[in-house]
């Protein structure tokens, strides 16, 4: 099933809240997103975690890098700050898969 953009972009917060329950899933989608939305850092940001509670560190640390590339400024503290997660434990989740791959600062 090819999804649509649209679809895409609505589902990455979804994805992101989600990401605990089903991390492989969470990748697949949003490795599909950063290919529609090529300069995007908020999906590569929560790609970086789910490979992070994969275990699949090295690639984590390259799609990091990646959105750096994009965004040298980026902070995980700043912009999710800016994110309506209405669960915090979302976020921790998030930032525990960045701590997990080595990128959280």
Not at 57 to 71: H, K
Request: net charge positive; aromatic share 6%; with cysteine.
């Amino acid at each position: 099933m090819v999804l649509s953009r649209r679809r895409l972009l609505q589902g990455s917060m979804i994805c992101a809240a989600g990401m605990m329950q089903a991390p492989s899933t969470a990748a697949t989608l949003l490795k599909q997103r950063i290919l529609m939305v090529p300069n995007t850092d908020f999906s590569r940001a929560v790609l970086a975690s789910a490979l992070g509670h994969l275990g699949e560190i090295e690639e984590a640390r390259r799609v990091w890098n990646e959105l750096m590339a994009i965004n040298s400024h980026y902070t995980f503290a700043n912009h999710y700050a800016r994110q309506p997660f209405a669960n915090k434990d979302d976020v921790r989740r998030i930032a525990d898969g960045l701590d997990r791959a080595g990128v959280l600062h």
